[in-house]
């Protein structure tokens, strides 16, 4: 889920002047416990803060960790950075922070549909394409679904061919490391993808979405996550996928038709 919050903190009193990143710090900390107040500890939160007052700043980023590790020391680590390099951010300007949070599944068993494990359900859905890459699985999955959204390369990337370069550039260019494996806390892939809406299901269910980019956008990349091999499938017909006829690209929700639907 994103969140958006658009804020301007308090000015420090008196006592506070000798001090402002004390008090920046602290401010922060309550602006992070009410923007989280409704995530679990065990949710993958990533969190930009940037400022809209002046737009030259760079923005903060605090990458994709348990909700629960987002300590005072990390808040602390983050923006002692960026106040010995920018002077200009500071608790007196508009800050915009944006909140993406992710329910991680509870259980840790084999995901099942109509009795089979997920990994069998992929050979069998012809709407899903398998990603077979050994390494880099999450990025692989990400630019096969470009590639069928923009008619570029699709089937030669689909069979692995010609994808390897790309998948290098785009690792060199976001800076995101997929050494070890890529899980549903490297999908802030979504702050680099910004025209595209990132839908991650963890299983053959409307309400199975483990990740869902919240981008304002008709574009999107569907995948499919395997918590049990920790790999990526691209999803290229929700409805096929899920085996249903029609599922909102508002709320993913499924319904008769988008007359009938709600959202």
């Known amino acids: 889920m994103g969140t958006q919050l658009t804020v301007r903190l308090l000015a420090p009193s008196e006592d506070e002047d000798s001090n402002l990143m004390s008090h920046f710090l602290a401010s922060v900390s309550d602006l992070f416990e009410y923007a989280l107040q409704n995530c679990d500890d065990s949710d993958m939160v990533g969190i930009t803060i940037s400022n809209e007052v002046n737009v030259a700043d760079k923005a903060i980023g605090i990458s994709f960790r348990r909700k629960d590790h987002i300590t005072p020391d990390v808040i602390w ?5 960026v106040a010995q390099s920018n002077a200009r951010f500071n608790a007196l300007d508009k800050l915009v922070m944006t909140v993406h949070s992710v329910k991680m599944p509870n259980s840790h068993g084999r995901i099942a549909t109509k009795g089979r494990p997920l ?3 992929v050979h069998l859905k012809r709407s ?9 699985c999450l990025a692989h999955a990400l630019i096969i679904s470009i590639a069928k959204l923009t008619d570029s390369d699709y089937n030669a990337f689909r069979r692995g061919r010609r994808i390897r370069p790309v998948v290098d550039h785009l ?3 976001t800076g995101i490391d997929l050494s070890n494996g890529g899980s549903i806390s490297e999908l802030r892939f979504q702050e680099y993808f910004k025209e595209y809406r990132i839908v991650v299901f963890g299983g053959f269910h409307c309400e199975n979405i483990v990740f869902d980019g919240q981008v304002e956008s008709e574009k999107r990349i569907n995948l499919l996550y395997d918590d049990v091999k920790h790999n990526f499938h691209v999803i290229n017909s929700v409805t096929g996928a899920l085996s249903q006829r029609y599922v909102c690209k ?8 988008g007359v009938t639907d709600k959202c």
Not at 77 to 81: A, D, I, R
Not at 250 to 257: L, T, V
């Open 250 to 257: 508002g709320c993913n929700k499924w319904c008769e038709s």
């Open 128 to 136: 899903i394409v398998e990603v077979k890459a050994e390494e880099n």
């Open 119 to 121: 990994e069998n359900m």
């Open 77 to 81: 680590s983050v923006f002692g950075k």
């Open 171 to 173: 690792l060199a260019t």
